[in-house]
């Protein structure tokens, strides 16, 4: 693989590390934060490194550097040597974007494919600022499931690993990927996670405690959003939205409603899902679904988001009607134009 051990060459020299990822973290973006940083810790002792997020659901518990996170995002370093945005692009890492851009070097790991990242090739230098020189440096790779997956290639051939590290990246792979369900999942995805479990962590607690396991409050706004869920599109999608006096009505966090658009997609006939969880007046947070017939990073980044192929999402105005409905004409356009290329080929 092609970024073998670029970690180490990446941070050589380096004092200060800042390493850091999306709002409203998942499992992807606290094992690769979480992943590095214990990486980091081992192979630069002498080095201050430092983590930023806000503050993981309590599943993640399970790794043991979690505790040391920094969610209230102080630091007394005014410049890190090297920051890492990991998972993102540099605008959805919240109070993190800020010690990002005071950086010496940024460099941005992610697989997204709605990630242009800062329009330099991997390993490319450039002018960045009013402060002077500043390396930019972008690994983006859309081909791989999860950036645990690509944190794993760019680490030492795993030598340096230890339970803690493994963990943390397998916890990643198995939520990008739903437990090895998804498309994105390949062979060397595979490979990657016997590796990984050779470390003596019981994976399948791991898969259950982190992946499957729901509370009691998760299960009942997960049964409410599907009772409430409206088919339309002749059955080939299925909207579903909450609104902040139910969520309020549950206590429930961003993190309870995980899964709910998974759920809902697996709806015998449908194509793709769009549920919706209200976090200001007429204002969503909306994700998307695809069996695979409708990009839906394609409808989101119209909108101004992003995503993969079959797992996007957006912030949009509006009410839910509307919402629903400028959704659902670019959902309905893909499948229109699929039906009628399919149509041109069996003539």
Known sequence: MKYNKAILKLTAGARTIGISGHIRPDGDCVGAVMGLYRYLKKMLPEAEIDAFLEKPADIFNCLDDVPKIRTD??????????????????????????????ARKKINIDHHISNSGSGYNSGSNSSGGSGGESSYVDII???????CELLYECMDDAANFDEGIAKA??????????????????PRTLEIAAELIRFGFDFSQLIMDTFYERTYIQNQIMARAILESILFMEGRCIVSALDKRTIDFYGAAAYDMEGIVN???????????????????????????????VDVAQV????????????????????FHDIANNISYHIDKQLNE?????????I
């Open 263 to 293: 759920q809902l997609l697996i709806t015998k006939g449908v194509e793709c899902a769009i549920f919706m969880v209200q976090t200001g007046t007429l204002e969503y947070k909306v994700s998307l679904r695809s069996k695979g017939l």
């Open 73 to 102: 995002f102080l630091t007394s370093v005014d410049h890190y040597d090297i920051f890492f945005a990991l998972d993102t692009v540099k605008e959805r890492m919240g109070e993190a974007e800020k010690l990002y851009d005071r």
């Open 169 to 186: 990246l397998y916890i990643g792979m198995i939520h990008d990927t739903g437990v090895f369900q998804y498309s994105n999942t390949s």
């Open 141 to 147: 790779d859309p081909t791989v499931g999860s950036t």
């Open 338 to 346: 699929r039906n009628l290329n399919k149509a041109k080929r069996d």
């Open 300 to 319: 989101a980044a119209y909108f101004g988001g992003g995503g993969h192929v079959r797992a996007a999402g957006v912030n949009m105005s509006g009410t």
